[in-house]
């Protein structure tokens, strides 16, 4: 299949840091205050591992690209990150904002001294960086994928601390609060003036509901801000929505490439498939987590108040291409619902199945799970992409990947899953791309450095990428041999 993209992917906080001198340390997320805080290390929120130990690719993204290439692919998949372009609030700049009779924000008008005036605010050292980077995998003949928001935020955007501890006293909400979708489209029109030559794809957003889900309505999880509140949950997914769709604009006015939206569509199934209830559970799953945002991204249709009324406002509809993030499925069975304000989450996943397995086991259905405890199910690669590809739209598989530190499942999880790629292509669904998870080992969130998803294992002293033989072999003769 000709044109077809085979790629990497990488986050920017997850993979840049960890030169030894710290030179490129980005301090002004809301993650770097999370994974430090003690009470979050204390409680095993998260594991204590600090991102400026990293893998550095910040310094090294050459070696990086060379290593993509080495294994034929063409196109690569990375982040530029909000906070360091703007360090510091770009809230000064003040634009014009037009409303629509749902209140919400239907226009931002990004003029020309917007843009010079966030140009004197931008932090120079890292446009150039991520220019130079952007220029090398175009040089390479990279096609390049760009996303805008990688679930990290900027402190003065986002911060969790704060948050948690003094919700409504709170002055960084993240997307709780509404100004920062005028924030967010300051910077991806910034980022389309600035960087636009360079890029072939944009994406508005990497997994916006995983925000929601485990930010908060999961304070055990360890993902920020850690609390319990439904109604912010609420304002979060339409937030959301909002900066999609206003950031699609803004990009447009500065860049004639594509702009999508990445999502985790996951594809879940009920525990006992002949249980009326449980069949709902499944149903109200797939409602909630997936098609929230693919009806409102590529319809308008909109359930603003979540309680499955939608409304047409066709100022959201606006999307060229949908990312698929897919891992695994999940397995639901049917509980009351949980919230008063989120009905429809009706649902919880069972012990067992795929997100809620026993590393290093097989589930119930005697599939094997990962290091991480994902149970490994190939067809819910082809059943979550079959679900993207109703709304018509060239579908990218833009996350794939196995926890696996001893390379023992991943040549089959690669395998397995171009499988699922190639019978989509076969029953006419308009896939153009998968990207592997990951070239590198990475920081894993809140979960840290023991969670090891590279086809190369990175030496976090010396910084050297070490092949997993049998999953780069895997990889480059799956991408030499195409779909066909």
């Known amino acids: 299949m000709e044109n077809f993209h085979w790629g990497v992917v990488q986050s920017a906080f997850q993979f840049e840091m960890g030169d030894p001198l710290r030179r490129n340390i980005d301090s002004r997320t809301d993650w770097w205050a999370w994974v430090r805080d003690p009470f979050n290390i204390k409680n095993d929120l998260v594991s204590g591992d600090l991102p400026e130990e990293g893998i550095n690719n910040y310094e090294l993204y050459e070696i990086d690209h060379r290593l993509a290439k080495n294994i034929g692919l063409n196109a690569y998949q990375l982040t530029i990150e909000w906070s360091r372009i703007f360090p510091c609030p770009t809230k000064g700049v003040e634009v014009e904002v037009e409303r629509d009779s749902y209140g919400l924000i239907k226009g931002i008008k990004i003029t020309k001294e917007t843009l010079e005036s966030l140009d004197g605010m931008a932090n120079v050292h890292a446009v150039n960086h991520y220019r130079a980077v952007l220029k090398n995998l175009k040089k390479m003949g990279f096609s390049t994928f760009v996303t805008l928001n990688h679930q990290t935020l900027p402190i003065w955007v986002h911060d969790p601390l704060w948050t948690r501890s003094e919700f409504e006293g709170s002055k960084a909400k993240g997307w709780v609060d509404e100004g920062n979708i005028v924030e967010f489209v300051k910077f991806a029109a910034y980022s389309a003036w600035k960087f636009g030559d360079l890029v072939d794809y944009w994406a508005t957003f990497d997994e916006p509901m ?10 055990y999880v360890g993902w920020p801000p850690g609390i319990l509140n439904p109604d912010a949950a609420k304002r979060v997914i339409i937030n959301q929505m909002v900066a999609h769709a206003r950031a699609y604009d803004a990009v447009k006015e500065f860049s004639k490439a594509p702009v999508g939206i990445i999502l985790n569509i996951i594809p879940a199934y009920p525990y006992r498939p002949n249980d009326e209830r449980d069949a709902r559970a499944a149903a109200n799953y797939d409602y909630f987590h997936n098609r929230l945002f693919l009806n409102a991204v590529n319809e308008g249709r909109v359930d603003l108040d979540l309680n499955w009324e939608e409304v047409k406002i066709k100022h959201l509809a606006r999307n060229d291409w949908i990312g698929n993030n897919y891992y695994t499925r999940e397995v639901v069975k049917w509980v009351e619902p949980k919230f008063e304000e989120l009905p429809m989450v009706s649902f919880v996943g069972v012990e067992g199945y795929g997100y809620s397995g026993n590393p290093k086991s097989v589930s119930p259905d005697n599939y094997p799970t990962s290091d991480f405890g994902w149970e490994l199910y190939p067809k819910g690669l082809y059943d979550s992409t079959m679900e993207a590809s109703e709304y018509g739209k ?53 979960m840290g450095f023991k969670i090891r998803f590279g086809l190369y294992e990175v030496d976090l002293i010396t910084k050297e990428r070490i092949p997993r033989r049998k999953s780069v072999e895997t990889y480059s003769r799956v991408v030499r041999e195409g779909l066909e």
Do not use: C
Request: charged residues 25%; hydrophobic residues 40%.
């Open 394 to 446: 060239p579908v990218f598989i833009t996350e794939n990947g196995v926890a696996d530190s001893k390379d023992v499942l991943r040549p089959r999880y690669i395998t397995e899953h171009v499988e699922q790629v190639k019978r989509l292509v076969e029953n006419g669904a308009d896939v153009r791309g998968y990207f592997h998870w990951a070239l590198t080992d990475n920081y894993e969130w809140a």
């Open 210 to 219: 995983v925000t929601v889900e485990l930010g908060y309505l999961a304070p």
